[in-house]
């Protein structure tokens, strides 16, 4: 599958038919969980029946689209919208749904996102920046690291590759340096900026540099330009969905991440794949 350009989906979700069957068609090897043909044929806009044993099943059952009770050319609607970070109830306008329904989609959504990250958590390595951030809260006073109420995102980039974030209870130098550990190869090079917390990594197996920001925003290749670049590419995204809970918004974040890391991608065809679970092409 090459994408989905606009036109495209327009004559797609014009029937529902097509909808479903599209859906199909992006299934790798369907075959009868009953008898294991793959002789099958479609007996209407949910179910199909296998021409060996006679038997009808729902193809769409055992995946994510299962997840909201709404019909395949509002789930490939949604799809498109949430592709070009349209609001949730933007999106509830444009695919003629209600709110609800597409905040639980798009959730869906993120939740595929959440699930496909987590299998492929490779260690980074080379050269590193790494730097917190502080999102969300509405007290007034101090920013960021003495900020209160507020989310602490650590930000780890492989300089000209991916970046990874995770949520951190607090700042201090053994949540830090834990995830750190946890996210870098031992031996690569970790850019930060001057705050304490990170002194340690050079105890840690890391060759550190750091930059005072105060003075200078980078020195030669000593510099956290890309994970900065991050952090204004995150939040200039964020900022449309008017304030996130602290429940949800492990999944905005690695949202971002996942956008970001797969800028150059189609990111319709990610979603259809993740959602379709292992079985789609």
Not at 159 to 170: A, Q
Not at 226 to 244: D, N, P, T, V
Not at 252 to 260: A, D, G, Q, T, V
Request: aromatic share 12%; net charge positive; hydrophobic share 35%.
């Amino acid at each position: 599958m090459d994408g989905m350009e606009l036109i495209e989906l327009a004559k797609i979700v014009s029937d529902e038919d097509k909808s479903f069957r599209y859906l199909l068609e992006n299934i790798f090897g369907l075959s009868c969980p009953f008898c294991g043909s793959q002789g099958l044929y479609v007996m209407s806009r949910s179910r199909v029946r296998c021409s060996r044993c006679r038997r009808d099943f729902r193809p769409l059952k055992q995946t994510m689209f299962s997840m909201v009770r709404i019909p395949c050319s509002r789930w490939l609607v949604l799809i498109k919208l949430f592709e070009l970070s349209t609001s949730a109830r933007k999106a509830a306008r444009e695919a003629a749904v209600d709110c609800d329904t597409a905040l639980k989609s798009f959730h869906v959504m993120r939740t595929a996102i959440l699930r496909e990250l987590a299998k492929h958590d490779d260690a980074l390595k080379g050269v590193i920046e790494a730097d917190e951030a502080y999102f969300g809260g509405k007290r007034k006073g101090m920013r960021g690291r003495g900020s209160r109420n507020k989310t602490i995102v650590y930000g780890i980039l492989e300089r000209d590759g991916k970046v990874s974030v995770s949520i951190l209870m607090d700042a201090s130098a053994e949540s830090l340096i834990g995830e750190t550990v946890k996210k870098v190869r031992r031996g690569s090079i970790v850019y930060t900026d001057r705050w304490g917390g990170y002194d340690s990594l050079m105890f840690s197996g890391y060759k550190h540099l750091s930059v005072d920001h105060r003075y200078k925003f980078s020195k030669g290749k000593v510099y956290i330009n890309g994970i900065e670049g991050f952090w204004s590419y995150a939040k200039e995204r964020l900022i449309k969905h008017h304030g996130i809970s602290k429940e949800r918004f492990l999944y905005y974040i690695k949202e971002m991440e996942w956008r970001y890391n797969n800028r150059d991608s189609d990111l319709y065809d990610l979603i259809l794949k993740y959602m379709l679970g292992a079985n789609s092409r």
